[in-house]
């Protein structure tokens, strides 16, 4: 029970994978399985790690789940699809990536997993046996998805939260030393 299962290809696969596959860890590392319709632009580089595998298929289908060892998976990692967006689908952007994560969670509800949304509108729909989502007293933004319990606990991850940090940081140099503070 020690497979990590990545659901989807991204641009950045690489780097992602890159900390995971440290010289400096002392024990054999963890395999990691990429499932994804269409094969990593970069997988000869991805190839070269240790224990990483790519299994042809979709996330949606239970079946392919299972081929890709979400039984066996300690964490799980569900990428948003990359495409165009406009404002008349981004809340449609993240449907796979909600429909993945439940059925991860469904088949493995021992599996800790993290999803990157393109839309924090989508957060209320990642609700899971594990942690509920309230209705909270305030909110922030149109519906306080960003305080829910999903998104705190980091089960959710939405990229445009990182992008307004990375802007913030740029004009207030006193939010890297409180960030810092927080590590």
């Not at 020690?2 to 780097?15: E, N, S, T, W, Y």
């Not at 042809?56 to 990359?82: F, I, W």
């Not at 008349?88 to 994560?101: P, Q, S, V, Y």
Request: positive net charge.
């Amino acid at each position: 029970k020690d497979v990590i299962l990545v659901c989807g290809v991204d641009a950045g696969l690489f780097d992602f994978l890159k900390p995971l596959r440290r010289k400096t860890i002392v024990s054999p590392p963890s395999p990691i399985v990429i499932l994804s319709r269409t094969r990593p632009k970069d997988w000869r580089m991805l190839a070269s790690f240790q224990n990483v595998f790519f299994v042809t298929g979709s996330p949606l289908e239970p079946v392919d789940l299972v081929r890709a060892g979400v039984m066996n998976a300690r964490n799980a990692v569900v990428l948003c699809s990359s495409g165009s967006q406009s404002s008349n689908t981004e809340h449609l952007m993240d449907a796979e990536a909600i429909f993945t994560f439940q059925g991860i969670i469904k088949i493995n509800p021992s599996c800790e997993c993290v999803v990157e949304l393109v839309s924090s509108h989508s957060v209320s729909y990642l609700q899971s046996g594990r942690v509920e989502n309230e209705r909270l007293p305030f909110s922030v933004g149109v519906d306080g998805s960003l305080l829910s319990p999903v998104y705190a606990c980091g089960t959710a991850f939405v990229p445009l939260v990182l992008h307004r940090l990375t802007c913030q940081a740029y004009y207030n140099k006193s939010l890297l030393k409180m960030l810092n503070s927080f590590f």
